[in-house]
């Protein structure tokens, strides 16, 4: 498959996640983009504005198994990647797999697990495969989190490290809808919830194709540049204690091809990586106390740098 023929195939895609998912057209295609590029993506919101439905959606845009986790403090590691279990008349170990071997895994409040448990994500989201009384166990494919964290309720919450931040692709919020769209949205409802509706409209094959044709899309020379100097100038800013990491900008490479292909493009552009940086960039950055203290927020220096950071 080449890169120009993504274009239609995620549009066929977005439009039908967008029959569930209203009146935000950048959080859906920027989940796109995370998956055609094999990422996961960490939504930080308040509850109630669609992003179990967007999980959904997903899954079944695709065909894929959909499995929702609800990570609460007495989770154990165990009861996300799955367990051996001894059965007597065999005399052998069987592996009996958890909820995370699914195509779409929903980690939902993922903030309310302990580290322990948290980081049972981090070997299947880096290497798509789980490993269990040492042996390595193959996830399903394509395979993707969507995890989410409330980012007003604190209490009896454990703060992902920055290690496990690191794996997310892309961070994104989806917000309230505007008043139209949340009337639309409550008639759509009146009845039957749309996810009900909801058909598959993309083989998963055809995705692990997709996923392929993404790596081909050109990026000059110059975007790559841009991308480093945004890198660059993250850790040399004066109001982070941390900038972005390598992955970051590995991250900002694969999310800006994915982005052009979607787009109809097979060469990615500066406004491609623009346009993604806050995503890709904003949760990868530790803001110094006395800067988050004053309100600064990695978002705004994400911004400050875009703006600041010249296009060649």
Do not use: W
């Not at 179990?52 to 065909?63: D, K, Q």
């Not at 779409?104 to 448990?117: F, G, K, Q, S, Y």
């Not at 999310?255 to 491609?272: C, F, I, K, R, T």
Request: aromatic content about 6%.
């Amino acid at each position: 498959m080449e890169p120009t023929a993504i274009q239609p195939l995620a549009g066929k895609l977005i439009a039908n996640i967008e029959q569930v998912i209203l009146g935000k057209p950048e959080v859906v295609r920027d989940t796109v983009v995370a998956l055609l590029c094999g990422g996961h993506v960490l939504f930080e919101d308040v509850p109630g504005v669609g992003k179990t439905m967007l999980a959904r959606a997903m899954a079944r845009s695709l065909g894929g198994d959909y499995k929702r986790i609800q990570f609460t403090p007495d989770l154990l590691p165990s009861d996300v990647t799955g367990v051996s279990i001894y059965h007597q008349g065999e005399g052998t170990f069987r592996f009996s797999p958890g909820p995370l071997f699914a195509n779409v895994v929903l980690a939902d409040e993922i903030n309310r697990a302990t580290p322990r448990t948290q980081s049972s994500l981090l070997e299947g989201m880096d290497e798509g495969q789980v490993t269990v009384d040492g042996t390595a166990h193959p996830l399903p494919r394509p395979f993707m989190v969507l995890a989410t964290e409330n980012p007003i309720e604190y209490e009896g919450t454990y703060p992902l490290p920055e290690a496990q931040l690191d794996r997310f692709l892309m961070r994104l919020r989806l917000g309230y809808p505007d008043r139209q769209m949340e009337l639309e949205m409550v008639r759509r409802q009146q009845l039957v919830h749309p996810i009900e509706r909801l058909e598959q409209v993309l083989q998963a094959q055809v995705l692990l194709q997709m996923q392929q044709a993404v790596r081909k899309v050109e990026v000059a020379e110059a975007a790559q540049e841009y991308i480093l100097d945004l890198v660059g100038a993250s850790r040399r800013h004066p109001l982070l204690y941390l900038g972005a990491s390598p992955r970051g900008s590995l991250a900002l490479y694969r999310a800006a091809q994915a982005l052009a292909a979607v787009e109809g493009s097979d060469y990615v552009l500066p406004d491609h990586v623009k346009a993604l940086a806050p995503a890709v960039l904003a949760h990868r950055l530790i803001v110094r106390p006395e800067a988050r203290i004053g309100g600064t927020t990695a978002e705004v220096v994400v911004a400050e740098v875009v703006a600041s950071v010249p296009v060649d």
